[in-house]
């Protein structure tokens, strides 16, 4: 058995590698897969709203024209107007669980569209009131998307797919951070508003681009086999996974998982609810797993430069507008390299060594940054501010490689069908509150 053979029956199990299709034919050979991708790197672009709005804030706070529109906000006000996203978030995020289960997977990311659209329309104010109610409710769309999009990906990914999908949703964070650290950079030189303007604006990029995507994508043939839409379901697997064959031994034996996992759980508690999670010790560790990682991937140190990049940088001597904004394009590239490939390695390296290895590397850089970042305040020494960055750098690899990947994957996988919406909304909310506290208070 080769090496890539081994390593898909470790990431599906030998019952459903002995239904997997083998004519020998890769994925990309295969018409209806590609298909299928196709849509699953439109949903996986969702999570790039989360990623846009922590570099568009790093990028314009460092702007001169965005401070003078807001009236030079400083503490608290400041620390408002960054958490007033999450707080929208977090508000939104408790009244998804009810639409992604009794209407299924595709609605509430609709809903989320129109939240959009409303906030882009606010920034046209005039009034630093308009600015903030923008956040708000483009922190409402965010949640929308955040709280159902992983589920679905999860759902409708083709088997040996789904550990790496999955995996990937969150890593389009950086796609999003990317992309709105290079129009702010774009813009930076503007005399006037739309300096700031311009990439808020430019937010609902990447959401228009991914609609057809989301429109062709299929609805989660584990939601349909819920609310015994069985014909519809297996409609779903014939096409998307068996390519239209009829007499599949992957959609019988999907079907049949899908089914039999079903019923066990509905027998199990017919009515599923938040008080389950503390019911059993098996469902307390899974909560707090679900707590713990959520806290820890806000408060390992990374807070702060998501959203107070520039604020860290003139700590260390780095004040000039160009050299922040260049600096904030580089560490979203590089997390983005780091994250994607730590995804396509979950099925190889396996959660907990990528959990581990994470920490140890975040440790050193952590640690490393703050020596140095209290050696230069005290000597004012430029080049120990300078070796600050690549440090900041060497922190977010570790970051990157378990914490980007697996704090949405992770959470979907360790939960039963029945509580997998609840679990992903009690591991969002403790995220939102975490961000909430490092935004507000930081500044």
């Known amino acids: 058995m080769g090496a890539s053979a081994v390593?898909?029956?470790?990431?599906?199990?030998?019952?459903?590698?002995?239904?997997?299709?083998?004519?020998?034919?890769?994925?990309?050979?295969r018409g209806h897969i590609v298909y299928l991708q196709f849509c699953l790197f439109s949903l996986i672009m969702f999570s790039s709203a989360n990623g846009y709005d922590g570099s568009l804030m790093n990028g314009i706070q460092a702007l001169d024209q965005w401070h003078e529109f807001m009236d030079m906000p400083t503490g608290a006000w400041l620390g408002f107007i960054n958490a007033v996203?999450?707080?929208?978030?977090?508000?939104?995020?408790?009244?998804?669980?009810?639409?992604n289960n009794k209407y299924g997977r595709k609605l509430l990311v609709y809903i989320g569209y129109i939240f959009m659209a409303l906030g882009i329309a606010l920034c046209a104010s005039d009034k630093p009131i308009g600015f903030v109610l923008s956040r708000f409710f483009v922190g409402c769309a965010s949640a929308c998307w955040a709280n159902v999009v992983p589920l679905l990906i999860n759902e409708i990914a083709y088997p040996t797919h789904r550990g790496i999908a999955s995996a990937l949703?969150?890593?389009?964070?950086?796609?999003?951070?990317?992309?709105?650290?290079?129009?702010?950079?774009?813009?930076?030189?503007?005399?006037?508003?739309?300096?700031?303007?311009?990439?808020?604006?430019?937010?609902?990029?990447?959401?228009?681009?991914?609609?057809?995507?989301?429109?062709?994508?299929?609805q989660s043939p584990r939601w349909l086999m819920s609310v015994d839409r069985h014909e519809e379901a297996r409609a779903m697997l014939e096409k998307w996974h068996a390519g239209g064959d009829k007499d599949s031994l992957l959609v019988n034996y999907e079907m049949i998982e899908i089914s039999e996992t079903i019923r066990i759980e509905k027998e199990a508690n017919s009515r599923a609810s938040y008080a389950?999670?503390?019911?059993?010790?098996?469902?307390?560790?899974?909560?707090?797993?679900t707590l713990t990682v959520a806290v820890f991937a806000q408060?390992?140190?990374?807070?702060?430069?998501?959203?107070?990049?520039?604020?860290?940088?003139d700590t260390v001597g780095v004040t000039s507008v160009t050299d922040q904004t260049l600096i904030a394009v580089g560490i979203n590239i590089w997390n983005l390299i780091f994250s994607v490939t730590a995804a396509f390695m979950v099925?190889?390296?396996?959660?907990?060594?990528?959990?581990?290895?994470?920490?140890?590397?975040?440790f050193v850089g952590f640690v490393t940054v703050t020596g140095l970042s209290g050696s230069f305040a005290a000597s004012g020494n430029a080049a120990t501010g300078i070796a600050v960055i690549p440090f900041l750098?060497?922190?977010?690899?570790?970051?990157?490689?378990?914490?980007?990947?697996?704090?949405?994957?992770?959470?979907?996988?360790?939960?039963p069908y029945r509580l997998r919406s609840r679990g992903l909304t009690v591991a969002l909310v403790t995220t939102v509150i975490a961000i909430f506290f490092n935004t507000f208070v930081n500044p």
């Open 7 to 29: 390593a898909t029956q470790q990431a599906v199990g030998s019952d459903l590698l002995a239904v997997l299709p083998n004519d020998g034919r890769k994925w990309y050979q």
């Open 85 to 99: 996203y999450w707080l929208g978030n977090g508000i939104t995020c408790c009244f998804t669980p009810y639409i």
């Open 169 to 218: 949703f969150n890593c389009g964070w950086y796609v999003g951070g990317t992309v709105a650290a290079f129009i702010t950079f774009g813009t930076r030189n503007m005399a006037n508003d739309w300096s700031w303007r311009i990439p808020t604006i430019l937010q609902v990029l990447i959401p228009v681009l991914i609609l057809p995507g989301l429109i062709l994508s299929p």
């Open 276 to 289: 389950e999670m503390f019911k059993t010790p098996g469902m307390r560790h899974r909560l707090w797993i």
């Open 299 to 313: 408060w390992a140190g990374n807070g702060v430069v998501s959203y107070y990049l520039s604020l860290v940088l």
């Open 347 to 362: 099925d190889r390296l396996g959660r907990r060594f990528l959990f581990l290895a994470s920490s140890a590397i975040m």
């Open 393 to 415: 750098f060497v922190f977010f690899a570790g970051y990157d490689i378990a914490l980007t990947p697996l704090i949405i994957s992770y959470t979907c996988e360790i939960w």
